[in-house]
């Protein structure tokens, strides 16, 4: 009974120490609210996909897309919807602009800006290790 | 010999060295027209193509009319010239835009033949943008953007002409954008 209590007792010890070693060895993990801008009828919008649905208020939401028409048109586009409720949207038919949007993943950062016209005039995006993925 | 004879004989050797040395002169003169670095001849030198054919020896009226040739060809080399240099630093661009502009024509074209010719589609399009700017007017007015409203305009958009499209979106996006008008849905606006 006493080596079998012995036993557990190692046993936790060892899961109690590699589990800490597993924190002590987890890379940079970040977050950020999505964050909408405007300046008139232009401004920029920025935040990460994984962060807006993790750990945004009801309000925040963020995305990119494309719209293809069988005229041959193509239109890329992005939107973006901050806590505090401020929506901005922006599109474009730039196709290097459209190539960058085309690359935005399920777990991007994102970034862009917009004209008076309400046209895309910068987009960026990344993927980045500390950019938290989506939860369910 | 008499005195005479020494004379006449002086006088007759006289005569030929003169005629030689004249006839010396004229060659080297004739010689140096031809070679030598004239005028006529820099010109012919600077002057590309004709000039540079031309046959070495040659009176100066024959000269001059071969250096108002190159003189003549030059000048219309270095404008074929400057214009091929011109096309070549613009060429490419230009052509593409006309291959571009052309293309887009061509398909433009071969969209309202398959669509029932220019005219049927020109309809098309007046009746879709007008159906996008109801749509739109009706969104500024309640300054609310519903996913029928984007519904409507998604398909108004695919049968407009790109100039009506920029027109219509550029009242919306800026509308909402600056808050006048309110998506009442999540996702994309039209």
Redesign the interface.
């Given at each position: 009974m006493r080596a079998v209590r012995k036993h557990i007792v190692a046993l936790a010890v060892v899961a109690a120490v590699g589990g800490a070693g597993a924190v002590a060895h987890a890379g940079l993990k970040s977050s950020r609210p999505t964050t909408v801008s405007?300046s008139?009828?232009?401004?920029w919008a920025d935040g990460i996909l994984g962060s807006a649905r993790n750990g945004g208020g009801a309000y925040e939401?963020l995305?990119c897309?494309l719209?293809s028409?069988?005229?041959?048109?193509l239109f890329g586009?992005c939107?973006a919807?901050d806590a505090a409720g401020?929506?901005?949207?922006?599109?474009t038919d730039a196709p290097t602009m459209i190539e960058a949007i085309q690359s935005v993943s399920g777990d991007s950062a994102v970034y862009f800006e917009?004209n008076?016209?309400?046209?895309c005039t910068m987009f960026s995006m990344g993927n980045g290790s500390m950019d938290p993925p989506k939860l369910p | 010999m008499s005195d005479r004879g020494i004379q006449r004989s002086s006088r007759a050797r006289a005569i030929a060295v003169g005629v030689g040395v004249a006839v010396i002169a004229a060659a080297g003169f004739t010689a140096g027209r031809a070679s030598g670095p004239d005028r006529g001849a820099e010109a012919v030198a600077r002057a590309p193509s004709a000039a540079r054919r031309a046959p070495p020896s040659l009176s100066a009226i024959e000269l001059g009319a071969t250096v108002r040739v190159a003189a003549r060809d030059a000048v219309r080399d270095a404008l074929a010239e400057r214009a091929a240099g011109s096309e070549g630093a613009t060429g490419p661009e230009v052509a593409a835009g006309s291959e571009g502009a052309a293309a887009a024509r061509a398909?433009e074209e071969a969209?309202d033949e398959a669509e029932g010719g220019p005219e049927e589609r020109s309809a098309e399009r007046a009746a879709a943008a007008r159906k996008g700017q109801a749509v739109v007017d009706a969104a500024l007015r309640a300054a609310r953007w519903t996913r029928e409203d984007a519904a409507a305009l998604?398909t108004a958009?695919?049968?407009m002409s790109?100039g009506q499209?920029d027109d219509l979106?550029?009242r919306?996006?800026?509308a909402?954008?600056?808050?006048e008008v309110?998506?009442a849905f999540?996702?994309?606006?039209?």
């Open positions: 405007k008139g009828a232009s401004g939401y995305a897309g719209q028409y069988s005229t041959g048109d586009f939107y919807n401020q929506f901005a949207y922006c599109y917009w008076g016209n309400g046209e | 398909d969209r998604r958009v695919a049968a790109r499209r979106l550029r919306l996006v800026p909402i954008n600056r808050g309110t998506p999540v996702g994309p606006i039209f």
